[in-house]
Every structure is written in C-alpha cells, then in structure tokens.
C-alpha cells in the first residue's frame, strides 16, 4: 500500500438546522480502514443540539472551537447519566456503549473533532453516527 499523506476533507453525513456530522471515511482512506481508526467532526450552531446516539467504538472528542458547550453521556453499564461544561481545548472520552447528546449553549459555533479505535466498530475504521 502507497502511504498517501495528502490532507483529506471530511465527508458530510447529516446537515439539519442544529448543526453538521462529518465523517472522515475508511472507504475513501485506507490507511483508516488498515488502522481500524475513525475520525469525525460535529459542527454545532448555537442553541444547535446532536440528539442522543449511540457510540459503536471508543473515542475522544476535542473541543476545537466554542466557549459554551454541554455534553450528556450515560456510560455502558451506568444508571445515571453525566453532565458536563464544554470548552475549548476540552477532551472529552466517550466510551464504546456510551449514549451521548451534545448541545451548543453558545452564541458561536462548538466544533467537536473525534478520534478514536473502530476494530469493534460495527464498520472497521468508521464511527456509525
């Protein structure tokens, strides 16, 4: 396999009036599919809100842009969910199993990246949104 190092652009899964999902996709990436990685980008507006999914695989988001933010994850095996503030430069781990939503308190744009294993994924090197 030839090792392409360009810059690839995310692929856009879901655009509604809260905000956007992108997916970088192990189908068009195979160096993602190899590593059984994922990647994804969540573009929320303000007072935009991601309904709560469920997370196939572990990953990490990092808040890349926003000052006010709210994150709800009930983890695998839990029976009460946690709440937590959302900032810049925030990490946040979601746990395989986790049910999360996310919700823009903000008057700009939260930008989340997420990164993170998908061997168990129900896709190989994909994050199911």
Sequence with gaps: ???????????????????????????????????????GRLVLQPRGFALPHYADSNRIGYVLQGSCGVVGIVPPKASQEVVLRLKKGDIIPVPSGAVSWWYNDGDSELIIVFLGETSKAYVPGEFTC
């Design 1 to 39: 396999m030839e090792l392409n190092l360009a810059p690839k652009f995310a692929q856009k899964i879901f655009e509604g009036e809260g905000g956007t999902y992108y997916r970088w996709s192990s189908a068009e990436y195979e160096l993602l599919k190899e590593a059984k990685v994922g990647g």
